[in-house]
């Protein structure tokens, strides 16, 4: 059964990078066909799909994010990783990673609260 | 981005009753392969989504009988049969056919 375990810093400053990690157990970044994604959920925005990055090794991101976020991952270390550059107010929210199929389906995280503030 | 539109957002029920919630899109969820990729997902307090129906009306394994999925296009709908404790949360639809997926609103169903 897959297991995933998401880190983050907790606190960001405004204009800063926030930067949270996703840590995968009882699978590989690298193998099989599924989408290592990141969701976040917030009060004000609800649920937004920021992107993944394929087991190939492709990404993709959300249009509204595309310009400050990249997906990356380390196979080694069975890990996939965030990180958004010039974060506001708007960027805190409980961001949840997960490994899902070409239906959105599988396995969640249960999430790490980020929040930005000075 | 697609707009996916929930109704109601608030949902009281009694126990073993039927409960509905909708779902409208602002485009057609049709894939070029004829299906709709349109998800429900249910959320306990503190909990991650867990996903209940895909493709519109396929549930997933595990998820109890009594979850319904129906429709296509741009109208969908998630029905339960007899509402049970255990299902109290939020619902919530997703559409994976266009890029970005998108979520409603959410429908917070309560006893």
């Known amino acids: 059964q897959v297991q995933l375990q998401e880190s983050g810093p907790g606190l960001v400053k405004p204009s800063e990078t926030l930067s949270v990690t996703c840590t995968v157990s009882?699978?590989?970044?690298?193998?099989?066909?599924?989408?290592w994604s990141w969701i976040r959920q917030s009060p004000g925005k609800g649920l937004e799909w920021v992107g993944y990055i394929h087991s190939t090794g492709s990404t993709n991101y959300n249009p509204s994010l595309k310009s400050r976020v990249t997906i990356s991952a380390a196979t080694s270390q069975h890990q996939f990783s965030l990180r958004l550059t010039s974060v506001t107010a708007a960027d805190t929210a409980l961001y949840y990673c997960?490994?899902?199929?070409?239906?959105?389906?599988?396995?969640w995280g249960r999430g790490t609260l980020v929040t930005v503030s000075p | 981005d697609v707009v996916m539109t929930q109704s109601p957002l608030s949902l009281p029920v009694t126990l073993g009753q039927p409960a509905s919630i909708s779902c409208r899109s602002s485009?057609?969820?049709?894939?070029?392969?004829?299906?709709?990729?349109l998800n429900w997902f249910h959320q306990r307090p503190g909990q991650s989504p867990r996903r209940l129906i895909y493709k519109a009306s396929n549930r997933d394994s595990g998820v109890p009988d009594r979850f319904s999925g129906s429709g296509s296009g741009t109208d969908f709908t998630l029905k339960i049969s007899r509402v049970e404790a255990e299902d109290v949360g939020v619902y919530y639809c997703m559409q994976g056919t266009h890029w970005p997926p998108t979520f409603g609103q959410g429908t917070k169903l309560e006893i």
């Open positions: 485009q057609t969820l049709v894939y070029s392969d004829g299906n709709s990729y």
């Open positions: 009882g699978g590989s970044v690298s193998s099989g066909t599924y989408y």
């Open positions: 997960a490994r899902v199929d070409g239906t959105y389906g599988g396995y």
